[in-house]
C-alpha cells in the first residue's frame, strides 16, 4: 500500500511527526536520507531516530543486512549457539481485532553472521472485530483510492483467495475487469484465505490453528469446537418426500436450529426450496432463493445453487438464528430432499456448585447435583430436555466434608427441674455447664472461660406464678316449696386462675351447696309415719357434696370410689380404698405413705346403702332403726335427689354471654347420674341462667371469603377481605371497625397462591410493535411465542410443535389513511465549480403515499411550499490560481458607489450602484446592481431591512448581482443589502411625494391598497396618507423605531426635503418641475423617438457625492444654534447652484440622439453580458401608449420563430418556442421567450409537462413574459408550453429542453379514468381507465439532436403494422379486454434512448352478478344457522324475531373489485347509534346483531368503483311482542257475592300466543274485573282446617268440623239441616289417621371396659354400641334414625394397664476402638409404672420409642490397614461413588465390601 505514493506520505508523516523518524523493518531496509522513497509499514513501531543508541543502531542494520530472508519463518528450532543477544520485548499488535502478528527482535553479538532467527512471531489481537469495522484486506485496498493509476483514480475492490500468491496486495478497480498488484505483501496479520485463520507474515502465508497459536495444526472439530471431540453435537441426516397437493402448496422440510454447522440440503424434482428464520430475539424473515448466488441471510452465509431440476443448499454455519426450510409445490410429480447438518446440543448437564454443609461447624458433608442447562437462553430446563439426547450423560453428585473446624464451647444446659408449687408462685433451677464437642460428635465440660464470648444462660427461674384455685359459691336458687319448710341450692365451684371449673381446692373450706329455707306460710299436711322434725338435723348434713380429692405435694388422705352396693335392694353397704399419698414434684408421681402421715380426720371406708324398695314395698321404720342401720346418713326417699352440677361453657368468649346451671338426678351415695324418673319432678331446680363474658370483644381480625382464583393454572392469586372489627354488644349487634394496628394478633393474609401446577402449553402473544408507517399502510408485527407457565409463575419456551392450538396472527395491516403530500428531494449535484466559491442543486418531486402503499406523483400544489434553501445552495471549494499569478486569498470586494440621487422627473427605469442613497418619485422602476471582485455573482445574497428578499412578481432578484423593483411604490422605500461573502453593502431608497415632501414609511406592506372602496387612490393622495406617519420599517427592529436623528439612513433627509423646496433654481429647471406626466404617459422613454423631439428639457437625476453632504452636516454641526439656520439656508443653495451646474456639463458631454439613445442611467453605462440584463434594460412594445387607432378583437395568436436556439455566451442560452435547447454542461441560462399577440392582449402562462410552472428564484417570469432557468439541472429537461389565453380562445407552443440531446418525450402522469366518452386521447405516460368500446388515442411527443425515432411496444412486444400509428401517436379502436396492458413508446437517436409507459385498463361497472351461488355459500360459512338475505335493486324483505342476529349478503361484481360502503336508513353504519354490526367478508355481508326496534329498516349497500355506482337494498322487519286483551276468563265463583271475571291477557307475537315472560318490559293494558254469578248458593258441606295430629310419631289422630251451610247473594252464609246437603253431596269425613310413621330412637349400650389402645399416660379408649330402634326395642337401619343426633360410640377413658413407659440401659461397649464400624446397643423395653414390669411395647406407643443402637469410636485408626476414615462412607456407598478415587480410598472398609 505505501509504494503507490510513497515520496508524497513520507513527506507528509514526516511533517506530522514534527522530526525525524525511523522504523525498524525486518528486511533490513532502514531510513536514510528522505529524498528517498522510504516505505513504512503500519503494523510495526515507530522509533524516534534520536531514541536510539548509535551502536545499537550500526548492530541492529549490520544484523539486519547479512540476515537470510528466509531464516524469518514462524517455525520453532533452538539456537545453535549462545552468540546472540536476548530476545527484544514484542511489538504492539499489527491490528487491534481479528488477529494479528506481534514481533520480537534480537541482535548478533558476534562480529561473524550467527546462525538462527534474528526475528519472532506471535498471533495477538485474536478477539472478532465490529461488523462495522470491515475487511482488513479491503481497508488495504481503498487506502489506494486517492493515488492516480495510469493517470485515473480508481476505487479499489480486494482480491483474495490468489493461489498463486496469497499474500500480495491484489485489487481489482470497481466497475472494471482491472486487477492491479498493488503492493507485494499484505499487511502482517492479515488472512491468506477468506474461510482460513492462516496469516500472512511479512509476505509468507503461515499456518495458524483453531487455537490462534502460529504453527499450529489443531482444528475444530464438526461442532465448531478447537480440538474438540465431536461430542457437543450431534449429526443429523434424513430425507424427506413431498406430499403436496393443490390445497396445501407449502410445506416444511426440516427445522435447523440456532448454531448448527455444515448443513448441506439437495433437492430433486420440480419443486422449489425456500427459507424462514427466526433469531433469538424474536424477529422472523423469509428468503426465497430464487436464483443461483451466495446470500447473507439473518448474518448466516447461505451458498444455493439452482439447476433445471434439482436445487443444492450449503451453510457452513454456525448459524445465527433458527431456519425452517420449506418447499414450495411447483410441480406435476413429488420431489425429494436429502439433508444433512450437524446440531448442536443446546440443553447440557452441569454440575451445581456444593450444596450448604450440614453441619455449621465440627463435620459435616455436602453433595453436588446436576442441573439441565439450555445455552441459548442462559436459564435451567427440565430434565427431561437433557435426557432428548442420548449424548448427554447425567454426571455423578460429588460429596465432600465440610466446617470441619471445631465448634467453639458452648453453653448446654440441663431440663428444667419441677416447680417448688404448683400454684401461687415457685422457683425452678437447671444446671448449665460450659461444653465443647469433637470432631467425632463427642461432648465435654470445659471450663466456663471458654463459654464467656456468649452470655450465661439463667439458672433459676419463677413458675406457676398463677393464683391457687378458690371455691366460688353463686346465688342461691328460691325455694323448693310455697309454704312451710323446704330446700334451696346454690353452685358451689372451684375456680383456677383462668375462670375454669376445675380441681384442687381444699374440701375442708368448701361452702354448703343446700340449706333449708321457711315459708311462713302454713301448710296441711297428711299425719307422717316419721316426724319432719326428725330428719331435719341428718337431712342438711346428708345434702353437703363431698369433693373428690386430689394429690397435693402435702400428704393428705386419698379416698377411691365407692363400690358397687352389696345388695340390689334394700340396704346394703358399700366400701372404699382410703390411702394417705403425696405428689412428688420432680418425677410428678404419686407415692403411698404410713397412715399417721397424713393429718386430720381420716375419710370412712365404709357406708350403708339402699338399692331402691323390694318387691315394690315401703319397710317402715322407727326413728331408732333408722338411726341405727344407716348411721344417720339419709332416709329411703332421700337416696336419689336433683343437684346442679356447675354451669355450662359461656356461650360466648365476650361481648355478653350466657350460662345455665347444669340439673343432673344424682344416686347420692355413688353420685353417679341416675334416670330422671327416679327424682321428684316436682323438687327439681329452677332453671337458672347467668350473663357472662360482658367485657367487649378485643379487637380481631374479620376474614372475608376467598376469591376465585386468577388463573386457572400456573400459580394463580386468590384475595379476600380482612379488616379489624370489635365487638361492643352481641345483644345489640353492635360491631366498630378499627385501625389495622388495633388488632394484635398478626394479620391473616389477603393473598395466597391457588392453582400451583403447570399449565399446559400454549401461544403467548406480545405486545403489537408501533406500525411500520405512520400512514399509507403499514404493518404491524408481534411476537407469538410456544410457551408454559410453570407452576413458579415462569414461562418456560418451548418449540412450536408443543403448541397444538392454531398459533395467533404476528402482523396485521395498520394506518390504511392516505399519506399527505410531501417533497421527495433528489441528491445534491455537484458544486457547479471546480475551485472557488458554487452552487449545489437538487430537485424536488411531490409525491403522496397512498393507503395502499403505493407512492404516486401528484400536482406539486398539493405539497406545502418549498424553501429557497431546499433546492439550491453556496458551496466553497479550494480557491481559484489565476494563470502565471500566484493564488491570492483577499476576501471578495464590492465596488460600491458613495453617491446621493435626486430624481427630478418621471422616468420608467433607473440604474444605480449599490452604495449611495436614492430619493425617487414613485412607479419608477430600480435596477441596482452590486459589482463584485474576486466573488461568483450567484453566490451574491439581497436583504431588505435585515430580510432576505427573494423573487416575486414585484422584485427581481437576478443572478449575476442584479435587483430590479419593477414599479416604485412607498413599501419600497428602506435599506437594501448586498452581501457577498463577509463583504456587504447597502442602498437606501426614499420616495419623493408629489408636494415635493418626503414619503414616510408606511406601517405596513398594505397600506397602499387601503384606499376607500368605489375609487382607486391617486398618486397624490396614496403619497399624501403617508405624509404624516412616523417611519416605522416593517421589521419593527428597535434601530428603526428610533426615527430620523438616528436613523443612519435618514440622515441626509432634511438637507433633501430643504434642497427640494429651494426656491432659486434655475428656470430651465423649475419649468421641468412644473410639467408632471400622468399616468398616461408612462409608456414614454429616454428610448422613444418621439420624445427626443419633444421642446421640454431631458428627464434627469440629480446626483452628487455623499462626502459633498455629509461636509455640510459637519459644518452645521459645528454653528452656534442660533445661526445654524441661516447657515443652512445658505449652504443648501449653494449645493443648488453646483447639483444643476454639474448636470449641464454632463448633459454637453453625451452623444446627439442620431448618434446613441443613451439609457436612463444615473452612472456611466457599463457592458451588459447577459440576456437578463438587457432585458432589464428593455422598454415597453411600441405601440402600447395610450392614443393609438382602436384595434379590433381576434383570438391570441404566439408567433413562431424558426430560428435556432441562440447562445449568448457559453453559459447562457436564448431561444424561441418551437425549438429544440441540448444543455451542455457548462450552461448557467436558459431564456425561452414566447411573443403572443391578440386583442385583448392575452395572457401568458407557463407549463412543463402538462403542469404548472413553479417559480422560484431560479425559475423566473420576466416582464415580458419569457421564462428563465438559472443554473439548470437535470430535472429541468421536459417539454415547456407557453400558453396565450384572452376571452376568445386560447393558443399554445412548446419547446423541449433536452440534456445533451438526448431523447426527450413529453410524458403526463396523470391518471384519466373515462366511463361516457366515445374517445380519449392522452400523453403517454398516463394510466387509462376506461370502459370497452372507446377509441384510445396515445401521443409520443419526443424531441432530441438529431430527432429522435419512434417506435411502439406492447407488453415489452414490438408491435406489428396493424397497428395505427402516425406521428408518433398510437391509435387503438374500440377497445376490448384483449388490449389490455403496458404500452411503451421509445424515441432514440445517437445520445441515447428513452422509454415511456402507459398502462391501459378495462373498467367494468359494479353490477349483480348472475350466478349467486358464491355468494349464498359465504353466508352460509360465515353464519350456519343465522338468517340471511340478499339485497338486490329493487329491495329484499327478512322477517325476524327481536334480539335475534342476521347476515346481509351484497351480491356484487365488477373491476377493479368495487368497494362496498353500508347504510341503513340513508347514514353509514357505523355513525347509527345502538346498532350492533361487522362488516365481514371484505365488505360483502353485514351482521347485524341483537336487532332491536331501533336497528330495524331498509339496509343498503353501495358497491362503487372507478366506473360507475350500484346500490342494493334489503328490509330488516321485527316481529314484537305485545299484550292483547282477550275473552273474559271463566268466573271465580259459581255463586255467592264474590264470583268475578277477570279480562285475559294474553302475550302475542304476530297473532301466535307465546310465554308471558316474552312481554315482561311491555306495558300491560289497565284491566278492570266484572262481577258475576251473584247469586244465593244451594247447600253445601262446609268444612274447617285438621287440627294437629294427636302424637308425632306412632299413629295418631286428626278431625274438623263438618256443617251444612248456604251462601246467599249478600255474602252472608247461614246454617241449615244436615239434610238439605245430604240431598247434594256425601258428608265429609270429620276425622282421619296422621303421622303413622314409626317413633324411633338412637339406643346404646353399656361402656365396654376400659381396655383400647393406650393413647397417652393413663389413657386408653372404650367403646359402646350405638343403634337405632323403636320406643318398642325393634332395631331399624340407622338411616332411620339420621334426623336425630347420635350419641358418640367412643372415649377416653382412664386405665391402670396404661400406666406405662419406656425404660432403657446403659448403652453395651463399642464394637470396635476406630474407624468407621464400631457400634453399640442397649435394651429398650415398654413397663409399668407401678410394678415396674415389662409390657408389650404397643402400649408405649404413645410416646417415641428411643433408639436402641449408635455409632461409636468413629476416629481414624493408626495403622495402614483396610478401614474408612470419613463417617460418610455409608453415604458414599449409597451413590454409588465406590469407584472414584479419592472415596474409595477414604472408605476403604466400607467400598471394599461393597
Excluded at 392522452?1322 to 396515445?1338: A, C, M, P, R, Y
Excluded at 384483449?1378 to 404500452?1383: A, K
Aim: charged content about 20%; aromatic content about 6%; glycine content about 8%.
Amino acid at each position: 500500500m505505501a509504494r503507490l505514493a510513497a515520496p508524497r506520505r513520507s513527506r507528509l508523516l514526516a511533517r506530522i511527526l514534527g522530526g525525524t523518524w525511523c522504523l525498524l523493518y525486518v528486511a533490513g531496509q532502514v531510513c536514510g536520507d528522505q529524498s528517498q522513497g522510504a516505505v513504512f509499514l503500519r503494523e510495526f513501531t515507530l522509533i524516534r531516530r534520536e531514541s536510539l543508541h548509535e551502536d545499537f543502531l550500526s548492530d541492529l542494520l549490520n544484523s539486519h543486512k547479512t540476515e537470510d530472508p528466509s531464516s524469518r519463518t514462524a517455525r520453532s528450532e533452538e539456537d545453535r549457539d549462545g552468540l546472540w543477544d536476548a530476545w527484544g520485548p514484542w511489538s504492539e499488535c499489527s491490528r487491534t481485532c481479528g488477529g494479528g502478528a506481534s514481533y520480537s527482535l534480537r541482535r548478533c553479538l558476534s562480529s561473524k553472521s550467527c546462525e538462527g532467527r534474528n526475528i519472532r512471531y506471535r498471533t495477538c489481537s485474536n478477539v472478532d472485530c465490529p461488523p462495522e469495522a470491515g475487511d482488513f484486506r479491503a481497508q488495504q485496498c481503498s487506502a489506494h483510492n486517492d493515488v492516480k493509476h495510469h493517470g485515473q483514480f480508481y476505487e479499489w475492490l480486494p482480491v483474495s483467495n490468489d493461489p498463486d500468491n496469497p499474500c500480495s496486495l491484489k485489487c481489482q478497480a470497481k466497475g472494471t475487469t482491472l486487477v492491479v498488484e498493488l503492493a507485494p505483501k499484505v499487511l502482517d496479520g492479515t488472512r491468506c484465505y477468506t474461510e482460513s485463520l492462516d496469516m500472512c507474515i511479512s509476505g509468507l502465508c503461515q499456518i495458524v490453528g483453531c487455537d490462534h497459536q502460529l504453527g499450529s495444526t489443531i482444528k475444530e472439530d464438526n461442532c465448531g469446537v478447537c480440538n474438540g471431540d465431536g461430542s457437543t453435537c450431534r449429526l443429523v441426516r434424513g430425507q424427506y418426500k413431498s406430499q403436496l397437493s393443490a390445497t396445501k402448496l407449502d410445506d416444511t422440510v426440516v427445522a435447523i436450529p440456532y448454531g448448527s454447522r455444515h448443513i448441506r440440503l439437495v433437492l430433486k424434482g420440480p419443486d422449489h426450496l425456500y427459507l424462514e428464520t427466526k433469531t433469538l430475539q424474536g424477529a422472523k424473515g423469509e428468503n426465497t432463493l430464487s436464483s443461483t448466488g451466495t446470500f447473507l441471510v439473518d448474518n448466516s452465509s447461505v451458498d444455493f445453487q439452482k439447476f433445471p431440476d434439482k436445487e443444492i443448499l450449503r451453510m457452513t454455519g454456525p448459524l445465527t438464528a433458527d431456519f425452517i426450510v420449506k418447499i414450495h409445490n411447483s410441480g406435476p410429480t413429488d420431489s425429494t430432499v436429502q439433508f444433512i447438518f450437524y446440531q448442536p446440543i443446546i440443553h447440557r448437564w452441569r454440575e451445581t456448585d456444593f450444596f450448604p454443609c450440614s453441619a455449621t461447624c465440627g463435620g459435616g458433608y455436602q453433595l453436588t447435583s446436576a442441573e439441565c442447562y439450555d445455552l441459548r437462553s442462559n436459564r435451567v430446563v427440565a430434565d427431561q430436555y437433557c435426557h432428548y439426547y442420548p449424548e448427554n450423560i447425567k454426571p455423578k453428585p460429588k460429596l465432600q466434608e465440610c466446617n470441619l473446624d471445631p465448634c467453639p464451647a458452648r453453653w448446654e444446659a440441663t431440663p428444667w427441674t419441677a416447680c417448688s408449687s404448683s400454684c401461687g408462685g415457685g422457683i425452678q433451677s437447671r444446671a448449665v455447664s460450659c461444653v465443647e464437642e469433637d470432631i467425632q460428635g463427642h461432648v465435654t465440660s470445659v471450663e466456663e472461660w471458654k463459654c464467656m464470648y456468649t452470655p450465661k444462660m439463667p439458672i433459676v427461674q419463677p413458675c406457676n406464678i398463677f393464683d391457687c384455685p378458690k371455691w366460688l359459691a353463686q346465688e342461691w336458687s328460691p325455694c323448693t316449696v310455697t309454704c312451710g319448710q323446704g330446700l334451696r341450692y346454690r353452685v358451689v365451684l372451684c375456680i383456677d386462675h383462668r375462670g375454669m371449673h376445675t380441681g384442687g381446692c381444699s374440701p375442708k373450706t368448701k361452702p354448703h351447696i343446700k340449706e333449708e329455707c321457711v315459708i311462713p306460710t302454713p301448710c296441711y299436711k297428711p299425719k307422717e309415719k316419721l316426724p319432719v322434725e326428725a330428719k331435719l338435723p341428718w337431712y342438711k348434713q346428708a345434702q353437703e357434696l363431698e369433693e373428690g380429692a386430689a394429690v397435693s405435694e402435702e400428704p393428705s388422705f386419698i379416698p377411691e370410689a365407692w363400690s358397687a352396693c352389696t345388695v340390689t335392694c334394700g340396704v346394703g353397704t358399700q366400701v372404699r380404698m382410703v390411702r394417705c399419698q403425696v405428689l412428688l414434684p420432680f418425677s410428678q408421681s404419686v407415692a403411698d405413705l404410713p397412715v399417721d402421715e397424713c393429718e386430720g380426720p381420716k375419710p370412712a371406708s365404709q357406708r350403708a346403702c339402699y338399692a331402691g324398695p323390694c318387691h315394690g314395698e315401703v319397710p317402715e321404720l322407727t326413728p331408732e332403726e333408722t338411726d341405727g342401720l344407716f348411721g344417720g346418713l339419709q332416709d329411703f326417699d332421700e337416696l336419689y335427689d336433683w343437684e346442679y352440677e356447675g354451669f355450662t361453657k359461656c356461650s360466648e368468649s365476650c361481648g355478653g354471654g350466657v350460662q345455665e346451671a347444669v340439673v343432673s338426678c344424682l344416686n347420692k351415695q355413688t353420685r353417679e347420674p341416675a334416670d330422671e324418673n327416679l327424682c321428684v319432678t316436682s323438687r327439681r331446680p329452677p332453671r337458672l341462667l347467668k350473663s357472662c363474658s360482658l367485657d367487649p370483644c378485643p379487637a380481631r381480625w374479620e376474614i372475608g371469603k376467598w376469591s376465585p382464583c386468577s388463573l386457572t393454572c400456573g400459580v394463580g392469586l386468590q384475595t379476600r377481605d380482612v379488616f379489624c372489627s370489635h365487638l361492643l354488644s352481641r345483644e345489640m349487634n353492635e360491631t366498630v371497625i378499627l385501625a389495622d394496628e388495633l388488632c394484635r394478633q398478626p394479620k391473616p393474609s389477603t393473598v395466597q397462591a391457588c392453582n400451583r401446577f403447570n399449565c399446559p402449553p400454549a401461544w403467548y402473544p406480545a405486545q403489537w410493535q408501533p406500525c411500520s408507517r405512520t400512514c399509507g399502510g403499514g404493518i404491524q408485527k408481534r411476537e407469538v411465542l410456544c410457551k408454559q407457565r410453570m407452576a413458579d409463575g415462569s414461562f418456560l419456551e418451548l418449540p412450536e410443535t408443543f403448541c397444538s392450538a392454531s398459533k395467533l396472527a404476528s402482523q396485521q395491516a395498520c394506518k390504511k389513511d392516505d399519506c399527505p403530500s410531501e417533497w421527495l428531494l433528489s441528491d445534491w449535484t455537484e458544486c457547479s465549480t471546480s475551485c472557488g466559491e458554487g452552487t449545489q442543486t437538487r430537485s424536488a418531486i411531490c409525491r403522496q403515499v397512498l393507503k395502499t402503499g403505493v407512492s404516486a406523483i401528484v400536482n406539486s400544489s398539493l405539497c406545502p411550499p418549498l424553501p429557497f434553501s431546499s433546492s439550491i445552495r453556496p458551496c466553497m471549494l479550494a480557491t481559484c490560481a489565476r494563470p502565471g499569478r500566484p493564488s491570492s486569498k483577499h476576501s471578495p470586494h464590492i465596488a460600491a458607489a458613495r453617491k446621493v440621487y435626486i430624481q427630478t422627473r418621471r422616468q420608467r427605469k433607473l440604474h444605480f450602484v449599490v452604495g449611495g442613497f436614492a430619493y425617487l418619485l414613485p412607479k419608477t422602476a430600480v435596477v441596482l446592481r452590486c459589482p463584485t471582485r474576486r466573488f461568483r455573482k450567484p453566490l451574491i445574497t439581497w436583504e431588505k431591512d435585515g430580510h432576505h428578499l427573494i423573487s416575486s412578481a414585484h422584485v427581481t432578484v437576478a443572478p449575476f448581482g442584479y435587483l430590479k423593483i419593477h414599479r416604485l411604490k412607498p413599501s419600497d422605500a428602506g435599506v437594501y443589502t448586498c452581501s457577498a461573502g463577509p463583504a456587504r453593502e447597502q442602498f437606501v431608497i426614499k420616495l419623493i411625494g408629489g408636494n415635493r415632501k418626503l414619503v414616510a414609511r408606511p406601517l405596513s406592506p398594505r397600506s397602499e391598497e387601503e384606499a376607500p372602496a368605489g375609487r382607486k387612490a391617486s398618486p397624490k393622495e396614496a403619497l399624501h396618507t403617508h405624509k404624516h406617519q412616523n417611519g416605522i420599517f416593517s421589521n419593527g427592529s428597535k434601530a428603526e423605531k428610533r426615527g430620523p436623528a438616528t436613523d443612519a439612513g435618514s440622515r441626509y433627509d432634511d438637507l433633501v426635503s430643504r434642497l427640494l423646496e429651494q426656491g432659486g433654481w434655475p428656470g430651465e429647471l423649475l419649468a421641468a418641475w412644473e410639467v408632471q406626466d400622468s399616468a398616461e404617459r408612462n409608456a414614454s422613454s429616454e428610448e422613444d423617438q418621439n420624445a427626443e423631439q419633444a421642446p421640454r428639457p431631458l428627464p434627469f437625476t440629480m446626483v452628487t457625492e455623499q462626502r459633498r453632504l455629509d461636509d455640510i452636516l459637519r459644518n452645521l454641526s459645528q454653528q452656534p444654534e442660533e445661526l445654524r439656520d441661516v447657515h443652512r439656508k445658505h449652504l443648501v443653495a449653494q449645493l443648488a447652484q453646483d447639483i444643476f451646474r454639474s448636470h449641464l456639463e454632463h448633459r454637453d458631454a453625451l452623444p446627439k440622439p442620431s448618434e446613441r439613445r443613451p439609457p436612463p442611467l444615473a452612472v456611466p453605462p457599463r457592458k451588459h453580458v447577459s440576456g437578463f440584463s438587457s432585458s432589464l434594460r428593455t422598454s415597453a412594445p411600441a405601440g402600447e401608449a395610450v392614443g393609438g387607432p382602436r384595434r379590433p378583437h381576434r383570438k391570441p395568436t404566439i408567433l413562431r420563430k424558426i430560428s435556432a436556439a441562440q447562445q449568448l455566451s457559453a453559459s447562457e442560452v436564448v431561444t424561441h418556442l418551437g425549438q429544440t435547447v441540448a444543455l451542455a454542461s457548462g450552461t448557467l441560462s436558459v431564456l425561452l421567450h414566447c411573443e403572443a399577440i391578440g386583442t385583448p392582449r392575452p395572457t401568458i402562462s407557463w407549463a412543463r409537462n402538462g403542469e404548472a410552472v413553479q417559480f422560484s428564484d431560479r425559475i423566473l417570469l420576466q416582464p415580458d413574459d419569457s421564462l428563465q432557468i438559472l443554473a439548470p439541472v437535470e430535472a429541468d429537461v421536459g417539454f415547456y408550453t407557453c400558453n396565450a389565453t384572452n376571452a376568445l380562445g386560447y393558443d399554445s407552443v412548446s419547446i423541449a429542453v433536452t440534456l445533451a440531446g438526448k431523447p426527450l418525450v413529453k410524458t403526463s402522469r396523470a391518471t384519466v379514468i373515462n366511463t361516457e366518452e366515445p374517445a380519449i386521447t392522452v400523453d403517454v405516460g398516463s394510466t387509462i381507465k376506461t370502459v370497452q368500446g372507446v377509441n384510445v388515442t396515445i401521443n409520443c411527443q419526443v424531441a432530441g439532436v438529431p430527432e429522435a425515432e419512434v417506435t411502439w411496444f406492447r407488453n415489452k412486444s414490438k408491435l406489428g403494422s396493424p397497428h395505427h400509428v402516425h406521428e408518433g401517436s398510437l391509435l387503438l379502436t374500440d377497445v376490448s379486454p384483449s388490449d389490455q396492458g403496458l404500452y411503451s413508446c421509445r424515441a432514440a437517436n445517437l445520445h441515447g434512448e428513452l422509454t415511456e409507459n402507459t398502462q391501459l385498463l378495462l373498467l367494468d361497472p359494479p353490477q349483480v352478478p348472475t350466478q349467486l351461488e358464491d355468494i349464498r355459500a359465504l353466508l352460509s360459512a360465515t353464519g350456519p344457522n343465522l338468517p340471511s338475505v340478499l339485497t338486490s335493486p329493487l329491495g329484499a324483505q327478512l322477517v325476524l324475531d327481536p334480539g335475534n342476529s342476521a347476515l346481509v349478503g351484497c351480491p356484487i361484481k365488477g373491476h377493479p373489485t368495487p368497494n362496498i360502503t353500508w347504510f341503513h336508513g340513508g347514514q353509514p353504519v357505523a355513525t347509527v347509534p345502538g346498532l350492533t354490526h361487522h362488516i365481514l367478508a371484505a365488505g360483502q355481508i353485514l351482521q347485524v346483531a341483537n336487532l332491536s326496534g331501533g336497528s330495524q329498516g331498509e339496509f343498503s349497500c353501495l358497491a362503487q368503483n372507478e366506473a360507475g355506482i350500484l346500490v342494493q337494498k334489503a328490509s330488516l322487519v321485527i316481529q314484537d311482542y305485545w299484550w292483547s286483551v282477550d275473552r273474559l276468563a271463566t268466573c271465580s265463583a259459581s255463586c255467592g257475592n264474590r264470583g268475578i271475571q277477570q279480562p285475559r291477557l294474553r302475550c302475542l307475537l304476530n297473532s301466535t300466543e307465546v310465554n308471558p315472560t316474552h312481554c315482561a318490559g311491555k306495558v300491560r293494558p289497565a284491566v278492570q274485573p266484572i262481577a258475576c254469578n251473584r247469586r244465593d248458593c244451594p247447600s253445601r258441606w262446609m268444612v274447617t282446617s285438621w287440627s294437629a295430629c294427636t302424637r308425632s310419631c306412632g299413629g295418631g289422630v286428626q278431625t274438623r268440623r263438618v256443617t251444612c251451610q248456604k251462601l246467599k247473594a249478600s255474602g252472608i252464609s247461614t246454617p241449615v239441616s244436615n239434610d238439605l246437603c245430604t240431598q247434594l253431596a256425601k258428608r265429609p269425613v270429620d276425622t282421619q289417621a296422621c303421622n303413622q310413621q314409626l317413633c324411633v330412637e338412637w339406643a346404646f349400650s353399656s361402656w365396654g371396659q376400659c381396655n383400647g389402645p393406650c393413647i397417652g399416660p393413663h389413657l386408653a379408649v372404650q367403646h359402646r354400641q350405638v343403634f337405632c330402634q323403636t320406643r318398642d326395642g325393634i332395631t331399624l337401619p340407622s338411616e332411620q334414625c339420621s334426623a336425630l343426633p347420635r350419641p358418640v360410640s367412643t372415649q377416653n377413658c382412664w386405665s391402670e394397664a396404661c400406666s406405662v413407659h419406656w425404660r432403657v440401659s446403659l448403652w453395651s461397649l463399642c464394637t470396635a476402638t476406630c474407624g468407621n464400624y464400631g457400634f453399640q446397643a442397649r435394651r429398650v423395653e415398654c413397663v409399668h409404672a407401678h410394678t415396674n414390669k415389662a409390657v408389650p411395647e404397643h402400649l408405649c406407643s404413645w410416646g417415641p420409642r428411643p433408639a436402641n443402637w449408635q455409632r461409636c469410636n468413629i476416629t481414624p485408626c493408626e495403622n495402614m490397614e483396610c478401614r474408612d476414615t470419613t463417617r460418610y462412607c455409608e453415604k458414599v456407598k449409597q451413590l454409588k461413588l465406590c469407584q472414584l478415587s479419592q472415596f474409595k480410598s477414604r472408605c476403604c472398609g466400607t467400598c471394599g465390601k461393597a
